[in-house]
């Protein structure tokens, strides 16, 4: 069964840090970009970061570089998300997904995990 699974999320106060897990399941995550993508309440899905599997290029949006790190570790099957200097605007439910190139649009991504809930308030 494919599946894709996050976490890592929860309550933190602005500036502070959390690193999201993207653990697959039932398939390789070596031959595939992944994405992670967010949605606050009212909005819509927006990317926020993603890595190639051809030679791990990664790419940002504006609103998290700098302050993001995407990576992956094909050996454990899962690519990770670290954030810091965390934001109040960064609150949202973040998920990951596949695509075969690495992109910032939700519609080219294909299996997406179930998303981890972030929030960041003091």
């Known amino acids: 069964q494919v599946q894709l699974v996050e976490s890592g999320g929860g309550l933190v106060q602005p500036g502070g840090s959390l690193r999201l897990s993207c653990a697959a399941s039932?398939?390789?995550?070596?031959?595939?970009?992944i994405g992670w993508f967010r949605q606050a309440p009212g909005k819509e899905r927006e990317g926020v970061s993603c890595?190639?599997?051809?030679?791990?290029?990664?790419y940002y949006a504006d609103s998290v570089k700098g302050r993001f790190t995407i990576s992956r570790d094909n050996a454990k099957n899962t690519v990770y998300l670290q954030m810091n200097s965390l934001k109040p605007e960064d609150t949202a439910v973040y998920y990951c997904a596949t695509a075969f190139i690495a992109t910032m649009f939700p519609w080219e991504y294909d299996y997406w995990g179930q998303g981890t809930q972030v929030t960041v308030s003091s």
């Open positions: 039932g398939f390789t995550l070596d031959y595939y970009a």
């Open positions: 890595i190639s599997s051809s030679d791990g290029s990664t």
